[in-house]
């Protein structure tokens, strides 16, 4: 070399993970896709060769997601797949043979009109003329072709649009009872469960798990996530299922500069209220109709448990919560605790429950009975009680059995769960998701992909009969390819010389 | 006297709960730091196939298979109880590993090993609990061939020893009452010809322990008429006990040790 002065190579400030696939979140083509840890956290970098490159945060605490990853229990293969693999994931659901777990959680959406129109709703639902309302025979091939593909499903949950406005809910709701089906959720906004006793007295008599929407306190968090202030009749929607002996999980949308400071005040709401046995919260998923969001700013389940812990510092620290293995690990993370004195003491202090459902590098040989126990606990289809297999195990019998019926009452369950969006999909989570949406011709097609691949706006176009725009994850990098829909979601602006958006079938 | 309402919750909780329960929520399924800080040891000990650990006070066996896993060793447990080693050995069959992992009931102060034969030792969270802990230590050094390594945690307390209010919590743990400042630890290992080369505190993981502790004394008291009257009463008191801990744990009079040393 004639130069004196030699270049000096630096190091990438970035830590390559993996390479997997995922989706355009403008065009939806299927696209590679890097992982990678940056400035200890986990971000996904991907590029179209249309729209250029993409950047989204993965999950905020890299050591986290790292050690989360040996908590990944083998799947389950389910009795049928509905599906073929023709086109490869995520454009084959759903269920596809190559799908790893069977469905913990099915979820059957009744309808797309809602009584509310909230800013925030990945369903794109709200007082639409152009929408769909199932009808009995559909509703029943949906069951049957989830307990085909299950035997004996564990959870079905029914949502919508608001599911409890639609006129045939209880029978709904008394079909599934009547197949057996062990858990029947409804998913609601609780504006009925107020204001109609009768409704409420009639999800009594069926069992039904009530999954309220709960999002915080203040006024202004309703107003940005629901559009309206519904504080008062979330309450009297409460007081009503405690006075019929409702179980009810409060599930929060929790989204960066919203109600972050409201989480653990959520908490405690629940574990003081009588009718309230678990918390569910879900960083708000950046499908259908949402706030504007920087990618690279997202919340993800790591900062939702730091402000758990940091706003519950006498209740809970993260490494209280347990990442759930039947599904992807770092999609959701559990914690479960009873309740003693007014105080939550998580159950993780008890029981080494990382040593049992560590299954990667399985250092200590796990009683199987305790692991299977655990398992049903820390499953996407626990539910109210599901404690109940661990207190009542023979190999731990953590409770004799006289006390259990006082005790059940007093367990309490967080849930922290992310979804995935056009931003973050990830095949390699998408293949192991264990939360399937139940569509009209018996698919069962995962949760994530239903809401972001482009599954949600071809069937709800085939169910309403009116098209139906592809919708696009309302991103600040790229407003100016953006208009809205007339729901309220985005879509790509039209350009002259556009082709067809791309898809699943 | 504290010690005897201690042996009278014991009584209570294993006639509550049977065997089984006990094991899980009162037993020694829990040494502080866990399987975490025992995967730390292991690695301390830089064991190879065909190298001999002898763990000392191996209890139901986690340790000794542990190492056993990760670096292909063979390991002799010595544990005093009778039950504890069928449990461990019975864990070493079902982990495929009885030609590597041999459990044997003894005494740590006459550990059934010719002199130098073992490569290594472990000895986790029980030093305190030997009635003669220097008695152990010479019997480990005795064992363990020139040049062959320790790995030794316990409870370990501030030098100029608890406090008052730390004695009553003295009455209750074993190996509280025992347990020695680290400095101690280390001249009792010189003097048995160990030398120290790493001295540590894991204070940490005691806490997890305290945090344990009280988990299972609130679900004591949260089982409520399930539980009789005497436990509900015992974890009260417990649990006024666990403060005080804490309180020792924060001021650093309480807290956890790790030392490795090497047999001159």
Redesign the interface.
């Given at each position: 070399m004639a130069s004196t002065e030699r270049a000096r190579k630096a190091d990438r400030d970035e830590v390559f993970l993996e390479l997997t696939r995922s989706i355009c979140p403008v065009c939806k083509r299927v696209i590679d896709a890097e992982v990678n840890i940056r400035d200890g956290r986990v971000v996904m970098r991907k590029r179209c060769r249309e729209h250029g490159s993409f950047e989204a945060l993965v999950y905020s605490d890299a050591d986290l997601y790292m050690s989360q990853i040996r908590f990944n229990k083998p799947g389950t293969l389910p009795l049928e797949f509905q599906t073929q693999v023709r086109d490869g994931c995520p454009l084959d659901c759903g269920l596809c043979p190559d799908h790893k777990q069977h469905a913990c959680l099915g979820l059957i959406e009744v309808n797309s009109a809602c009584n509310l129109d909230c800013p925030v709703c990945f369903a794109d639902s709200g007082h639409h003329a152009d929408g769909f309302s199932l009808t009995r025979e559909q509703v029943a091939r949906m069951l049957d072709a989830f307990i085909a593909a299950e035997g004996d499903p564990e959870v079905i949950q029914f949502s919508g649009g608001e599911p409890s406005i639609h006129p045939q809910i209880v029978e709904f709701l008394q079909m599934a009872v009547d197949r057996g089906i062990r858990n029947v959720m409804l998913n609601t906004n609780g504006i009925r469960l107020a204001r109609d006793r009768r409704f409420v007295d009639e999800l009594a008599r069926l069992g039904i798990l009530v999954y309220l929407q709960f999002d915080g306190f203040d006024d202004a968090t309703h107003r940005a996530i629901r559009g309206r202030d519904l504080r008062e009749l979330k309450e009297r929607a409460l007081a009503s299922c405690a006075d019929a002996g409702l179980a009810v999980t409060l599930v929060a949308a929790v989204e960066r500069g919203v109600n972050e400071h409201e989480v653990g005040a959520v908490v405690r709401h629940g574990v003081a209220h009588p009718a309230v046995r678990a918390v569910v919260f879900q960083p708000v998923t950046h499908a259908g109709r949402h706030i504007a969001f920087d990618p690279l700013d997202r919340l993800t389940n790591a900062d939702v448990m730091r402000l758990l812990a940091a706003q519950l510092p006498e209740w809970l620290e993260v490494r209280d919560f347990v990442p759930v293995p039947c599904c992807f690990p770092t999609c959701r993370s559990m914690c479960y605790g009873?309740?003693?004195?007014g105080?939550l003491?998580?159950f993780a202090?008890?029981?080494?429950v990382e040593?049992y459902l560590d299954y990667a590098t399985n250092?200590?040989?796990p009683d199987l009975e305790?692991r299977h126990a655990l398992e049903g606990m820390f499953s996407a289809s626990a539910t109210p009680g599901a404690e109940a297999a661990l207190l009542s195990c023979?190999?731990?019998?953590?409770?004799?059995p006289?006390?259990?019926a006082?005790?059940a009452g007093?367990v309490f369950m967080i849930v922290v769960q992310d979804f995935q969006d056009a931003y973050t999909l990830n095949v390699r989570q998408l293949m192991k998701c264990c939360v399937e949406q139940i569509t009209p011709d018996g698919r069962l097609i995962p949760f994530c992909a239903y809401n972001s691949v482009g599954y949600r706006e071809r069937v709800r176009a085939s169910l309403s009969g009116a098209e139906v725009e592809p919708v696009v994850p309302n991103a600040l990098p790229i407003q100016d390819l953006l208009a809205p829909t007339r729901h309220g979601s985005r879509t790509v602006r039209a350009r002259p010389g556009d082709g067809a958006p791309r898809g699943p079938r | 006297m504290t010690s005897g309402r201690a042996q009278d919750v014991k009584a209570c909780c294993s006639a509550a709960y049977g065997g089984a329960a006990a094991r899980y929520l009162l037993g020694e399924s829990f040494h502080p730091g866990g399987t975490d800080l025992t995967l730390t040891l292991v690695r301390e000990l830089a064991l190879g196939p065909g190298d001999l650990l002898v763990d000392v006070a191996s209890g139901r066996g986690t340790s000794a298979l542990l190492a056993a896993r990760e670096t292909g060793c063979d390991v002799i447990g010595v544990d005093l109880a009778p039950e504890n080693v069928a449990e461990a050995t019975a864990a070493a069959a079902t982990a495929g590993l009885r030609g590597e992992v041999r459990f044997v009931v003894g005494d740590a102060e006459r550990l059934p090993l010719d002199d130098g034969r073992a490569d290594a030792a472990l000895c986790e969270c029980s030093l305190c609990l030997f009635p003669d802990a220097a008695a152990a230590v010479a019997e480990i050094a005795r064992a363990l061939r020139p040049g062959g390594l320790l790995a030794l945690s316990d409870v370990v307390i501030a030098p100029g020893g608890i406090g008052p209010e730390m004695r009553d919590v003295a009455g209750w743990v074993a190996c509280l009452a025992n347990a020695r400042p680290i400095e101690d630890v280390v001249g009792m290992l010189q003097e048995a010809g160990l030398d120290p080369r790493r001295v540590e505190r894991h204070d940490r993981a005691i806490g997890e322990t305290v945090d344990r502790v009280e988990a299972r004394l609130r679900l004591a008291r949260a089982l409520g008429a399930a539980v009789p009257a005497e436990v509900r009463d015992g974890a009260r008191r417990g649990l006024e006990l666990v403060a005080a801990a804490r309180r020792a744990l924060a001021d650093g009079t309480l807290g956890y040790g790790v030392v490795v040393a090497r047999r001159r």
């Open positions: 009873f309740v003693d004195e105080t003491v998580p202090r008890l029981v080494d040593d250092r200590v040989l305790v023979e190999s731990c019998g953590i409770a004799p006289d006390g259990l006082d005790f007093r | -």
